[in-house]
């Protein structure tokens, strides 16, 4: 197992805000097939936390021990002072907004919200008033006497998570909720979601695929590769500083720079620059839009290097550019500017742009 | 689409199969319970009422008929009650057995019924297996004489043939229940017992009326089981038409009761079916 120095970033949860749920050293195994391995991470309270990664990553796995659908191999799940992962998930205070809803088809809306409260044996009158304040919170007041299968999706979501919500939760969890809506809808959901969030203070794990979602959405991302976690902090800098190779390329795009460091100076292929980093090999990431398109005096500090312009694709307000430079160095380029195809220009950025990351070798 | 030809080659053979071998039949039933039969044993083309006139005066039939409804009504309530909690277990916890366990209760219905009624007469009977039993543990000292030739017998029997029947359409249901609902109960805080009241039963209950209606039905029109365990006072209504049918030779009577069973069993099914859609939420 390669160690990364980052190792001690997911037990630190949001400045300040005491820990809420600790994951600890939680392994799964289905079989043969190992899903999660070693997994180790805090959610603070109030917290927005994403966990993100591929199909097949190990992320809904781990949503669902810290639900209580599936027990963990190894590693333990507290709550406070009390261990959650030998309990029952209907004696946790955790709630979990389903992919597909699971809106319970022979209930109304409003029987469907008042679900947790009625199985909690809460006094009539109480129910009626916080069911009316939930459907009053994600606005679907109005279909509180509808059958779930009259309504539409972004409805019935709304409806879930009222039906999650109403039960005052510690920490709610939301397993990829908005993948079945239209894209439109998503965008205003996220958006819906982080307020509601904020309004009600209650610690959300959010599970996506999606890591422009993540980033939208989350106070702190856990992205998670072959049931291992690669890097737990916030979106900003998960993007500026990327642990991995594999962080780098999954969040957003860049350009992975591999090369070789000697006294002081880093050699990648044609690009060379002065860094204080031990012999060895390195790996860089420079982001597109940390290289500009360079006319006149080289600034200082910066690394200059010529090349053609090969591929030009356009992406709303800027273009991503594919430059090939000399000794089969390929650079992804971000720019407002069109260049026709094969026309030469010069690239220039600054080394300190130029992030060292951990090689990810291959898993399992 | 499909061309005119297909669709006659498609519809055609089975229209003529069901009115040549259903629809005919009972039009001929219809009128035969309308005519009569004479003093030199002739059936009477002659339209009259004097066979309901019959059935609804002679008590006989009456009584054959409520005390058929209340065989039939034990075997559904048996039925149910031993089928439920098999197809439960076997949608929701028999994991990698299901296949084979669902397999096994299908293979009784392999088994001729005849031979199944006579295996219960070899076990009920006064010299039969129960009865030794109970003697060599000398729980009796006689052998139990209400255990065959009884609505007791008929009706263990019956249970006996008709419970997969109801296991079948109940283990359906419970397997379209999507799964994540279980989940959403229980994440809500609901016990397992509460998910199973709220969530599965409620929407199982299309299964539990079918299943209902065909160990009810099937058991109604039942001639063989009172035929060969029932007795002098396990006799249901089929037996009187095989009678009327056969030996007693009143084709008219017989017709009238088979006439008024089917309009029971008709309404039974419609009945049934219109409770199976209210409870279908999908």
Request: aromatic letters at 0%; charged letters at 35%; zero cysteines.
């Given at each position: 197992m390669t160690t990364i120095d980052i190792a001690a970033a997911p037990l630190t949860a949001i400045a300040g805000a005491p820990t809420l749920l600790s994951i600890r050293n939680v392994a799964k195994t289905f079989g043969r097939n190992v899903v999660l391995r070693d997994v180790s991470l805090n959610i603070a309270e109030g917290e927005f936390l994403t966990i993100l990664g591929?199909?097949?990553?190990g992320k809904t796995t781990l949503l669902r021990i810290i639900a209580g659908f599936e027990t963990p191999t190894s590693g333990e799940v507290w709550m406070g002072g009390e261990r959650l992962d030998n309990q029952p998930p209907y004696r946790r205070r955790v709630n979990t907004v389903f992919q597909s809803y699971a809106l319970f088809p022979h209930f109304t809306v409003e029987q469907n919200v008042a679900y947790g409260l009625r199985v909690a044996k809460r006094p009539e009158a109480e129910i009626t008033q916080r069911v009316a304040e939930a459907l009053d919170k994600v606005k679907m007041s109005a279909h509180a006497?509808?059958?779930?299968?009259?309504?539409s999706g972004g409805q019935q979501q709304r409806v879930a998570l009222a039906r999650a919500l109403v039960n005052r939760p510690k920490l709610l969890l939301l397993d990829e909720p908005l993948s079945a809506l239209d894209a439109n809808l998503r965008r205003q959901m996220q958006v819906e979601l982080k307020s509601l969030q904020r309004e009600v203070g209650i610690a959300f794990v959010f599970v996506t695929h999606d890591q422009e979602e993540a980033t939208v959405m989350s106070d702190r991302i856990a992205l998670l590769r072959s049931g291992e976690l690669e890097q737990v902090t916030t979106p900003r800098e998960i993007y500026s500083?990327?642990?991995t190779a594999y962080v780098a390329q999954f969040i957003g795009h860049t350009n992975l720079l591999r090369g070789e460091a000697r006294d002081g100076l880093v050699k990648c292929g044609a690009l060379s620059w002065g860094a204080k980093l031990p012999d060895g090999p390195v790996l860089f990431s420079l982001r597109p839009e940390q290289i500009r398109i360079a006319s006149g005096t080289q600034s200082t500090g910066a690394v200059r290097i010529e090349g053609s312009v090969v591929h030009q694709a356009f992406h709303g307000a800027t273009e991503l550019m594919r430059v090939e430079c000399t000794g089969e160095l390929v650079l992804t380029v971000r720019t407002s500017v069109m260049s026709p195809i094969g026309s030469r220009v010069t690239l220039e950025f600054f080394a300190t742009d130029a992030v060292p990351v951990q090689e990810s070798p291959e898993r399992r | 689409m499909f061309s005119r030809t297909y669709r006659l080659v498609v519809t055609v053979p089975p229209l003529l199969w069901i009115s040549m071998f259903l629809l005919l039949p009972y039009l001929l039933m219809f009128c035969y319970s309308f005519w009569s039969v004479s003093a030199a044993q002739t059936i009477v083309h002659v339209w009259n009422l004097d066979n309901y006139k019959e059935l609804a005066l002679k008590t006989v039939y009456w009584q054959t008929l409520l005390r058929s409804m209340w065989i039939a009504a034990r075997v559904m309530l048996f039925s149910l009650l031993l089928g439920y909690p098999l197809a439960y277990f076997l949608s929701f916890y028999a994991g990698k057995r299901k296949d084979l366990l669902y397999q096994l209760v299908i293979i009784p219905l392999w088994v001729s019924y005849l031979v199944r009624a006579y295996a219960w007469k070899t076990i009920l009977g006064s010299d039969g297996v129960l009865n030794t039993l109970l003697q060599y543990a000398h729980l009796t000292k006689h052998p139990l004489d209400f255990l065959l030739y009884s609505p007791f017998a008929v009706v263990l029997t019956l249970t006996h043939i008709y419970t997969p029947f109801t296991i079948l359409p109940i283990y359906a249901a419970l397997e379209h229940i999507p799964r994540n609902l279980v989940e959403a109960s229980h994440d809500l805080g609901a016990t397992p017992a509460q998910t199973f009241w709220k969530v599965i039963f409620p929407l199982s209950i299309p299964g539990v009326f079918a299943g209902a209606t065909f160990a009810f039905v099937l058991s109604l029109g039942d001639f063989l089981a009172p035929l060969l365990l029932g007795g002098p006072s396990g006799i249901m209504i089929s037996n009187i038409v095989v009678s009327l049918f056969g030996a007693a030779y009143n084709w008219p009577l017989g017709a009238a009761i088979s006439l008024c069973t089917l309009v029971l069993v008709v309404s039974l099914l419609f009945f049934s079916e219109r409770l199976e859609k209210k409870w279908s939420f999908s």
């Open positions: 591929e199909s097949g990553s006497k509808s059958k779930p299968s009259k309504i500083r990327p642990a | -």
